[in-house]
Structures are given as structure tokens and as C-alpha cells.
């Protein structure tokens, strides 16, 4: 029988232990986090959403607080077209990210960043460039794109030093969208060096409409390696979504991938930004907790703790703040807003039902995103005397992926 860390992951002619933890926003994938997984030997991620939100948190600077006065005239107004935001202070916030990770950096393991492609900013081609740019200016690994995955995004970068240096992956839910990405692309001559592929069980957004359920992830996968092959392509394939143990992590090697992305363990991890109050919902949550919904207004479906915090909160759109969601001035949440307010002019006890300010809520921790298999949380550790959980590290986390067999969790202290 065996472990994941019979295996390697391959990346540009060198090895890694197969373990990805994923990159979760806003700030639930820590600098902590990614830096443990890189000193294991493995590969985490940081996430570049709402980036100068978390710059003006860690190092001091008025990102936030100087967008909100430059456009407090727009507050109450529907219309969200002004906001723009100063790309020298994008590429900065994304610096100063990068570099503090890379920086601190120890192991033979490697930091990628999650670029989240749906964070269209009103103007969404020029805003990602400015974060790409920043990431590989700063010394990134490699930059994973995922979250509306854009079929051009690579020829925004293709003038950048780095281009051919920096490890640059996607993430893709379907043989058909690896197809179109990689069509493309092809004038660039330049291959993903990785591709992560998605299942219908992985935490928050999903790259699937409401039939999520009539999916697998190992029929998609097989689809994949039958499409690489036949194309004689050698691309490594991390996969991601409902990889719950060490075994199933096993399982999906066997079937061929190089590695897996790894997400929903780690979110009860010491080194996971999520607060403790947070935490504890997911430990304590059971599988009926949990449901896929339709309140982001990026559109698309979001795996979510039924009693997540934003649901149902009808708060002021804080565009002029953050704006991250914000494409010709538009976003779905606002025209909920402005359609609840429409009956409640005084702005008094407005809740809105189908829709959730992402950004704020994102910020806040109070958008309570899952993986299916969260409910078993509770499994990886010890229920206290006072009712709440242990907590665990992620060092403690990843050893258990990479050592583990017959299914078995090692519970902490063991």
C-alpha cells in the first residue's frame, strides 16, 4: 500500500512532495500557510484577492482609506462606472504581498500566487496585467490563474523576463476548457507548466452550473489524461476537490496526475486566516449544512456553510472602498441592493436575499465558503471539554497527507 509521498511532483525538471494547498481569499491562505507548505517541500499558495486590503493590514499603507475619499461622491449612486482604481498602487499592494513570502521563504518547496481572474476592477484587462506583472517583478514560483479563467491572460505577460522562467498553471473543470485554452495560446509557444483540474467538491466558487452534482472528478481527470496523451502533450495534472486523506490523494496518482491542490483541512489549520469562530462552524458543521447557492454576483455557483454571516444582510455596496467585482460599474449584488431600497427608501432593515456583497462580506471573513467534505472536519481532530475543537497545525496536516494509508487521519499529539 501506498503513501503520497511515494510520489513526486514534477515541475521543470525538479521535484516536489505532491501536496498544493490552495490558494484561498480573502487572506484564508496565509503567507504562514504558504510558507509552511514550501518548507515541507511541498507547494502553497497565497491569494491575490483584494490584495490592497491586505497590504493596508500587514504593512501599513492607505490603499483603502485614500480610494474611499477620492470617490465618496459616488456613494449611494447606482451607478459605479467612476471607480477606478491607480494601477502604481495595485502593482505595489501585489509587491509588497509577494516579496514579504519570498522573502521568508525556507525549504526546497516553492510559493505560488492564486490570481483570481473575475476580479474584473472596471477595467478587468489592465488590472490583471498590473497584478501579474507585480507577482513576477517580486519573485513569485508561479502564478496560478484561476476564477474565470481568461483565454488570453498569458499574452498579457509574454514581453515579461520571467515569462518563460516563472511556473505558470491554470485551473480548469472540463477537457473542453484545457482545449480552448491551450488553442489559444498556441502562437505563444509557451505550455502551462501545470494544470490544476477542479471537481465539483472543491470550497467556494465552482466551475459548474447547479448539475455540479452530475460530475466526478476522476471521470474529468481520465478525460484530460486521454486528451494529453493523445496530443503527446506532457503537462503535469494537480488534482483538486474533495481530496480529503492521503489515500485519495494516492488514488488519483495512480490514475496518473502529478499531484493534488488540498484546501478544506487546512482551513481549521492554526496558519489559516479564517477567525476561530469561523473554524468551529466548519468543525462543528454537519453534511446538511452545507449548500451550493447562487448569491456571488460573480455569477457563478459557491459551495457555502448554510449559516454563513452574509446571507441575507442587506448592507450599503462599499464600491467606492474595495470595488473588486465592479465591471462598468456594475455588479450583481447592486442592482439587489438598489431593488430592495426601491421598497425601504429610509435604507432601514433592508436584507438581501439573493445576493451578497462579496467584497465587504470577503473582507470581514463572514462569507463562510466550503468544501463538500467540511462536515468531516471533525474527524481530523479532538472535541475539548468545553465543546469546541482543537485545533491543529499545518505542519501536523500535511504530514498526514503525505504519510498516511488505508484511508487513516492522524489526529493531533499522535
Not at 513570502?101 to 474584473?120: H, P, Y
Not at 455569477?299 to 456553510?305: I, N, V
Not at 474527524?379 to 475539548?384: A, F, G
Request: net charge neutral.
Amino acid at each position: 500500500m501506498k503513501c503520497v509521498d511515494d510520489f513526486r511532483l514534477k515541475l521543470n525538471g525538479k521535484e516536489y512532495v505532491p501536496i498544493v494547498i490552495g490558494g484561498m481569499g480573502v487572506d484564508i491562505s496565509t503567507e504562514k500557510l504558504a510558507l509552511e507548505a514550501a518548507r515541507l517541500g511541498g507547494i502553497g499558495h497565497i491569494s491575490d484577492a483584494m490584495s490592497m486590503d491586505s497590504a493596508d493590514r500587514y504593512f501599513g499603507t492607505r490603499y483603502t482609506k485614500n480610494k474611499t475619499f477620492q470617490f465618496k461622491a459616488l456613494i449611494g449612486q447606482k451607478d459605479k462606472s467612476g471607480i477606478v482604481f491607480n494601477l502604481g498602487e495595485v502593482e505595489e499592494a501585489t509587491r509588497l504581498h509577494v516579496a514579504s513570502a519570498m522573502e521568508k521563504k525556507r525549504g526546497d518547496g516553492l510559493i505560488f500566487i492564486n490570481c483570481m481572474e473575475k476580479l474584473t476592477m472596471n477595467a478587468p484587462r489592465e488590472t490583471l496585467r498590473a497584478r501579474l506583472r507585480a507577482a513576477m517583478d517580486a519573485g513569485i514560483d508561479g502564478i496560478t490563474l484561476a476564477a474565470g479563467l481568461h483565454a488570453n491572460s498569458f499574452k498579457l505577460i509574454e514581453d515579461h523576463p520571467r515569462f518563460r522562467d516563472v511556473k505558470l498553471g491554470i485551473i480548469v473543470s472540463s477537457v473542453r476548457a484545457l482545449q480552448i485554452f491551450l488553442r489559444r495560446n498556441a502562437k505563444l509557444n509557451r505550455l502551462p507548466d501545470y494544470v490544476v483540474v477542479e471537481g465539483p467538491l472543491a470550497g467556494g466558487h465552482l466551475g459548474f452550473g447547479m448539475d455540479w452534482a452530475k460530475y466526478d472528478l476522476k471521470t474529468i481527470v481520465g478525460e484530460i489524461i486521454e486528451y494529453l496523451r493523445a496530443e503527446k502533450l506532457e503537462i503535469p495534472l494537480i488534482a483538486a476537490g474533495g481530496v480529503f486523506t492521503g489515500s485519495d490523494a494516492v488514488s488519483f496518482m495512480e490514475q496518473g496526475v502529478g499531484g493534488v491542490q488540498v484546501a478544506t483541512r487546512f482551513t481549521i489549520s492554526k496558519e489559516c486566516g479564517l477567525p476561530d469562530k469561523a473554524k468551529q462552524a466548519y468543525l462543528s458543521a454537519d453534511e446538511d449544512d452545507i449548500e451550493v447557492n447562487l448569491v456571488s454576483p460573480t455569477g457563478y455557483p459557491m459551495r457555502m456553510l448554510k449559516k454563513t454571516p452574509a446571507l441575507g444582510i442587506g448592507l450599503r455596496p462599499n464600491c467606492e472602498s474595495y470595488g473588486y467585482l465592479l465591471e462598468n460599474g456594475k455588479c450583481a449584488y447592486l442592482e439587489s441592493y438598489y431593488r430592495e431600497l426601491g421598497s425601504r427608501p429610509d435604507g432601514k432593515l433592508i436584507s438581501v436575499k439573493d445576493k451578497i456583497c462579496l467584497c465587504t462580506h470577503m473582507r470581514n471573513y463572514n462569507v463562510w465558503t466550503c468544501g463538500h467534505y467540511t462536515y468531516r472536519l471533525k474527524e481530523t481532530t479532538r472535541q475539548m471539554g468545553d465543546g469546541s475543537y482543537e485545533l491543529p497545525d499545518a505542519e501536523h496536516i500535511f504530514r498526514d497527507y503525505q504519510f498516511s494509508k488505508d484511508h487513516k487521519i492522524l489526529l493531533p499529539g499522535e
